[in-house]
Structures are given as C-alpha cells and as structure tokens.
C-alpha cells in the first residue's frame, strides 16, 4: 500500500509526524513525501521514504504559482498512485486535497490552525472559506487539532460528518520525558517560538523587563527563529541584561533542563502548541494564554496559569504568582503538567488514529 504525504516544510513533519512515518514503514506501507527538499527531508530518505522535491510557497498570494501547485500534486499523484494522501497545513491541505478530488484519490487531511487569514475575517476569510469547501467536498477523514477549529468548520458546512477531534500533534513522551527540576539561585523561564507579533513576544519582552527589575534574582530566555523584525530589539534588550538570546535551538530539551517556567502569550491562530505539550511532557509549569490551541493544556493554578491575551499586565501579574510560590509548589505543577500529557496528549493516540483511518480505505 503506497501512502503519499503532502507537506510545505521538513522541520515540522520530522519534529511532529515522525512517529507516524515510521510506524506506517513498520507496517511495511511504501512512504513517498511531497515537499520541500531540506535537512528533515534527507532524513526521511534515509529512513526508507521516496522524496519527491515540491517548491511550496508558505505564506505566497500569487494564483499562478497556486495553480503550479495544484498541477504538480495531480501529476506526482497520477505518477505514484497512491492508496492514500495525507495533508498537513494550508496549502497542501487545499491544493492537494483538490488534485485528490479531481483524481478520485483517498485523502486524509488535519487542520493545523485556521491561520490569520481566517481568524481576521473579511473578505480573505470568505475565500479560505470556500476553497476549504471546494478541496474537502471528498475527503475520507479530517482531522482538527482544536474543538474551535473544527467548531468553524461546522458552522460553514465544511466536510460535514467527517470531522475527528485530535489531541493536537501530541507529544512524544519517551522523547521528552520528565527533567529534574533545576536548583539554583535564579528562577528561569523561557519564550520559545517564532518571533513574532502574534506569538506574544512583545508582552513578554514587556514581562521581563518589569520583573527583571523588581526581581533581579530571574532570567527570561528567548529560542527561536526571527520570522519578523525583531532582531535589533532583542539584541537591544540583551545587552541590557532583559533576556538570554538563544536564537535557534536544535534540541529545547537542553534549554527545558536549566527552566522553571516555559511562557507562551501567543494570540496565533495555532492548532495545538507544541512548545507547551514539550514543556508540560518535560515536567515544566506554563503560563500561556486563554485562547483554543494553549488554554487546553493547561489547567489554571494545577500546571501552570492562563492569562488573558495581548494583556502584558496580566502576564506580568501571573508571573509574580508563580514567583510566589515555593520550589515544592513549582515542582509539583510540572508534575502535574507530565501526568496530563500522559493522560491526554500522548503521540501514540495520533499514531493509532492515523492507522485506523488509513486501514479503513484499504
């Protein structure tokens, strides 16, 4: 049974669809993947998948380079002949499940966030909209990684009574396993992300600085890549001594080790964060937002503290909570927080879903 995968960047299909892959190679299914070709991807090569190297423009509006997509999906579905599609993100999701659609080929597609597009509405939303109508009109299974995502989907009779709720990517929890949690002298914590607007970097830059200043015995780490212009203000807060600039980390478990708290004041439009199921699965305690795709994995005052979005006053008053408590009570939450990944967001349960699912086209 031959399994084409559709998909716009390596990092996240090897970080959070390995598991899948590999399994579906166990179960000696012949693996093709559709994207990008880059470092992630040549793993997969060597793991035994066939690559097939597809430019896909993540965030691009040009129609022309669209319909290229569109026509290279038919002909390398035409070329493998799969048994089944599987699409990850936007673009594959809508322009593969279309090739799938006009080719009467099976396809199995997951909702990993609506993106800004929709979540700003107008008329952007009103197209996303109907494309998702027009591209998911035969899918076999769609699946969601937030109730308020496939909520949305609902409401616009989209794929109507194929919809299946997922524990977001779910987390892999031999990888991540329980850290001990640090002693030392300062208390640590943690941005890690895409710097950008919407992934809170600005309340918590805002965050840290207050707090640094009221409590000097506290660090505030920043991880990620600069996907907005933030670099001339985060070298600016470094040399003031506001932040530990870390850039990009190949391995966070590294970073995890030395952190007390993992802060994630994201207004993204994000399917499920994985950065908190990391943290939550390492044994961290979380402060993030109350918005679909973080306020799920944290339960307030038990694992971590919710706060309310674009609200830098709020954040910095749940950080003071947390720096209230003693080093037992700040263990204990990150405790708790590894019990409700064992509980709920194992990767296993995505892993078996997706084996059912498939195993029912056959």
């Given at each position: 049974?031959?399994?084409?995968?559709?998909?716009?960047?390596?990092?996240?299909?090897?970080?959070?669809?390995?598991?899948?892959?590999?399994?579906?190679?166990?179960?000696?299914?012949?693996?093709?993947?559709?994207?990008?070709?880059?470092?992630?991807?040549?793993?997969?090569?060597?793991?035994?998948?066939?690559?097939?190297?597809?430019?896909?423009?993540?965030?691009?509006?040009?129609?022309?380079?669209?319909?290229?997509?569109?026509?290279?999906?038919?002909?390398?579905?035409?070329?493998?002949?799969?048994?089944?599609?599987l699409t990850y993100t936007i673009k594959p999701n809508v322009y593969g499940g279309i090739a799938?659609?006009?080719?009467?080929?099976?396809?199995?597609?997951?909702?990993?966030?609506?993106?800004?597009?929709?979540?700003?509405?107008?008329?952007?939303?009103?197209?996303?909209?109907?494309?998702?109508?027009?591209?998911?009109?035969?899918?076999?299974?769609?699946?969601?990684?937030?109730?308020?995502?496939?909520?949305?989907?609902?409401?616009?009779?989209?794929?109507?009574?194929?919809?299946?709720?997922?524990?977001?990517?779910?987390?892999?929890?031999?990888?991540?396993?329980?850290?001990?949690?640090?002693?030392?002298?300062?208390?640590?914590?943690?941005?890690?992300?895409?710097?950008?607007?919407?992934?809170?970097?600005?309340?918590?830059?805002?965050?840290?600085?207050?707090?640094?200043?009221?409590?000097?015995?506290?660090?505030?780490?920043?991880?990620?890549?600069?996907?907005?212009?933030?670099?001339?203000?985060?070298?600016?807060?470094?040399?003031?001594?506001?932040?530990?600039?870390?850039?990009?980390?190949?391995?966070?478990?590294?970073?995890?080790?030395?952190?007390?708290?993992?802060?994630?004041?994201?207004?993204?439009?994000?399917?499920?964060?994985?950065?908190?199921?990391?943290?939550?699965?390492?044994?961290?305690?979380?402060?993030?937002?109350?918005?679909?795709?973080?306020?799920?994995?944290?339960?307030?005052?038990?694992?971590?503290?919710?706060?309310?979005?674009?609200?830098?006053?709020?954040?910095?008053?749940?950080?003071?909570?947390?720096?209230?408590?003693?080093?037992?009570?700040?263990?204990?939450?990150?405790?708790?927080?590894?019990?409700?990944?064992?509980?709920?967001?194992?990767?296993?349960?995505?892993?078996?879903?997706?084996?059912?699912?498939?195993?029912?086209?056959?």
């Amino acid at each position: 049974m031959r399994v084409l995968i559709l998909a716009n960047f390596g990092m996240g299909l090897y970080n959070f669809r390995r598991e899948l892959i590999e399994r579906l190679l166990e179960e000696e299914y012949e693996v093709y993947i559709s994207s990008p070709v880059d470092k992630y991807i040549t793993k997969f090569e060597s793991m035994g998948c066939k690559i097939v190297d597809t430019s896909v423009s993540r965030r691009g509006k040009n129609p022309v380079t669209d319909i290229r997509l569109i026509l290279h999906y038919k002909k390398i579905i035409r070329e493998i002949n799969p048994n089944v599609v599987l699409t990850y993100t936007i673009k594959p999701n809508v322009y593969g499940g279309i090739a799938c659609s006009l080719l009467d080929v099976p396809y199995i597609a997951n909702i990993t966030g609506l993106g800004t597009a929709v979540e700003n509405g107008g008329l952007m939303q009103k197209i996303t909209t109907m494309l998702y109508k027009f591209s998911l009109k035969k899918v076999n299974t769609l699946f969601f990684q937030n109730e308020e995502n496939m909520n949305f989907f609902k409401r616009n009779r989209i794929a109507t009574n194929k919809h299946i709720l997922l524990p977001g990517s779910g987390v892999n929890l031999d990888y991540f396993r329980i850290l001990d949690y640090p002693v030392q002298k300062t208390v640590d914590f943690v941005f890690i992300s895409r710097i950008m607007k919407q992934k809170g970097i600005d309340e918590y830059l805002e965050t840290a600085k207050f707090i640094r200043d009221k409590y000097p015995q506290t660090r505030f780490h920043v991880c990620g890549f600069n996907e907005e212009n933030y670099k001339n203000k985060l070298d600016e807060y470094q040399k003031k001594g506001i932040i530990i600039n870390h850039n990009i980390i190949e391995d966070i478990r590294e970073i995890l080790k030395d952190i007390h708290c993992t802060i994630h004041p994201s207004y993204y439009p994000e399917g499920m964060s994985n950065v908190l199921l990391e943290s939550a699965a390492a044994g961290r305690p979380i402060i993030t937002t109350n918005r679909s795709g973080c306020r799920e994995i944290v339960d307030d005052k038990v694992n971590g503290f919710i706060v309310e979005q674009e609200n830098s006053q709020d954040l910095i008053a749940k950080v003071e909570q947390f720096l209230e408590l003693d080093f037992e009570a700040q263990k204990s939450m990150g405790v708790s927080g590894r019990r409700k990944a064992e509980k709920e967001f194992d990767r296993k349960i995505i892993v078996n879903m997706y084996l059912n699912m498939i195993g029912k086209i056959k």
